[in-house]
């Protein structure tokens, strides 16, 4: 099986651009699809990217997601940061038996 | 819009057994799976399985051998048994449904239940 690796902690000032990052242990990173979670404290986790890069409905664009095979890794980027991003957020994949697989989640300072 | 409304004891003393049910309102019950997923506070979320209206499931191989699930058709209601439990069991616990497009899917989650291991 194979693990996903985020960055524990990431802060960046409103207004500005920020992108957390998640490495595939093992395995190629396109192999299976990638989602982003957001969970506000004392929520439960909301999802905010789906199939690698697809937002939805009701999701704002300020927010994208990506993959780079050469990393691989999967990125989620928040642009245009504002205060109410501040949260945890989660990195999802699944491996071959279809089993799902977290990341170790990044909480995000927005100061 | 589907909803889901958990429930279960929050307070458990070593080696007992943790059961959880979640119910689904709004929407159908059948032709989707339904997941149990974790979170020790601070820590991060783990998957626990899933199961189908029919009681296809699959479970995470580390609590392969502790867990069973359970679905409810006629009820629309699923549920979760976690066996000889331990203090490192303690968690926020989630039902969600397993929301698939044409080409992927992810999970859509309840409130959570806060479950406690202490003697």
């Known amino acids: 099986n194979f693990m996903l690796t985020q960055p524990h902690s990431v802060s960046e000032s409103p207004g500005k651009t920020v992108t957390i990052s998640c490495t595939r242990s093992?395995?190629?990173?396109?192999?299976?699809?990638v989602q982003w979670y957001q969970q506000r404290p004392g929520s439960a986790p909301t999802i905010v990217i789906y199939?690698?890069?697809?937002?939805p409905s009701g999701v704002p664009d300020r927010f994208s997601g990506s993959i780079d095979s050469s990393s691989n890794s999967a990125s989620l980027t928040i642009s245009g940061l504002r205060t109410e991003d501040e949260a945890d957020y989660h990195c999802?994949?699944?491996?071959?038996?279809?089993?799902?697989?977290f990341g170790g989640g990044t909480k995000l300072t927005v100061l | 819009q589907v909803q889901v409304q958990q429930w279960g004891a929050g307070l458990l003393k070593p080696s007992e057994t943790l059961s959880l049910n979640c119910a689904v309102y709004?929407?159908?019950?059948?032709?989707?799976?339904w997941s149990w997923i974790r979170q020790p506070p601070g820590k991060g979320l783990e998957w626990i399985g899933e199961?189908?209206?029919?009681?296809?499931?699959k479970f995470t191989p580390s609590l392969e051998s502790r867990v069973s699930m359970s679905a409810d058709s006629s009820n629309n209601q699923f549920s979760l048994k976690l066996t000889s439990m331990t203090a490192a069991d303690t968690a926020v616990y989630y039902c969600?449904?397993?929301?698939?497009?044409?080409?992927?899917?992810?999970?859509?989650w309840g409130h959570g239940t806060l479950v406690t291991v202490s003697s």
């Open positions: 199961i189908n209206h029919s009681g296809s499931d």
């Open positions: 969600a449904r397993l929301y698939c497009t044409s080409s992927s899917c992810y999970h859509l």
């Open positions: 093992s395995g190629s990173i396109v192999s299976n699809y």
């Open positions: 199939e690698d890069s697809q937002r």
């Open positions: 709004g929407g159908s019950f059948s032709g989707f799976y």
């Open positions: 999802q994949s699944y491996d071959s038996s279809y089993h799902w697989v």
